[in-house]
């Protein structure tokens, strides 16, 4: 069965560059969220998408976008690096159902190390 | 392999009744145990945190344990609501903690019904 792509795996850039992290959620499945792990930390809610509309939005900084696109692949743009982003970024997608609650399926994430 | 893995998979109850939801895992060596609740389209809210040591720990009416030995948690939601409606999700995090190493468990789905 089809999972939640992202790309790259791994990323390494400097401070103060930027990065594109990139989402393809599971066929079908409308709503996207982006999360930041750093080390030892909970994964951190950033942002999420439903229909290409953001539908909610956590600690995500100012320095960093986000958007859903029309075939529902989802882009975290990342600009002004600092090394405090260096972290886990994952994604996860759902298919939102009338009415109900939905499971979400977790990408394999994007380490970005930022030096 | 590090696997959690939760049950039901779904589950309706009626408004005002408890229900509890089941979490297994195979994730060690063990650092902690969070239950989440995630409502749709929205971020994870942190319900409990429990480490190898504790055994239960609530937040109002949830009430989530922990069996280390078998490797079992539950949360257990008491006189629910309608506002309960949503996925709750259990994560496992493996030593060290720098390692990036979080599991995150397959959800329940859980519907409230006035």
């Known amino acids: 069965a089809a999972g939640v792509i992202q790309s790259p795996r791994h990323l390494i850039k400097e401070k103060r560059e930027t990065a594109t992290l990139k989402c393809y959620p599971i066929?079908?499945?409308?709503?996207v969220y982006w999360y930041q792990q750093g080390p030892g930390q909970d994964p951190q809610f950033l942002i999420s998408f439903y229909e290409k509309m953001q539908s909610d939005k956590g600690s995500i900084p100012d320095r960093f976008s986000a958007q859903q696109f029309s075939d529902y692949h989802s882009e975290l743009n990342m600009s002004s690096l600092e090394l405090g982003d260096s972290a886990l970024y994952f994604c996860?997608?759902?298919?939102?159902?009338?009415?109900?609650?939905?499971?979400?399926?977790f990408g394999p994430g994007t380490r970005l190390t930022v030096l | 392999k590090n696997q959690v893995e939760q049950s039901p998979q779904s589950l309706i109850i009626l408004e005002g009744k408890n229900c509890t939801l089941q979490?297994?895992?195979?994730?060690?060596?063990?650092?902690?145990l969070r239950w989440y609740k995630q409502d749709t389209g929205r971020g994870p809210v942190s319900l409990t945190i429990m480490t190898f040591s504790e055994n239960t720990k609530s937040n109002g009416r949830y009430t989530a344990t922990l069996d280390a030995d078998t490797k079992q948690s539950s949360l257990h939601i008491t006189a629910s609501q309608l506002s309960d409606s949503a996925s709750y999700i259990c994560?496992?995090?493996?030593?060290?903690?720098?390692?990036?190493?979080?599991?995150f468990g397959t959800g329940t789905r859980l519907k409230v019904l006035a």
């Open positions: 994560v496992v995090s493996a030593l060290p903690s720098g390692t990036y190493k979080y599991i």
């Open positions: 066929p079908r499945h409308d709503t």
């Open positions: 979490c297994n895992y195979t994730v060690s060596p063990f650092s902690n």
């Open positions: 996860a997608s759902s298919w939102r159902l009338a009415g109900g609650p939905n499971e979400q399926f």
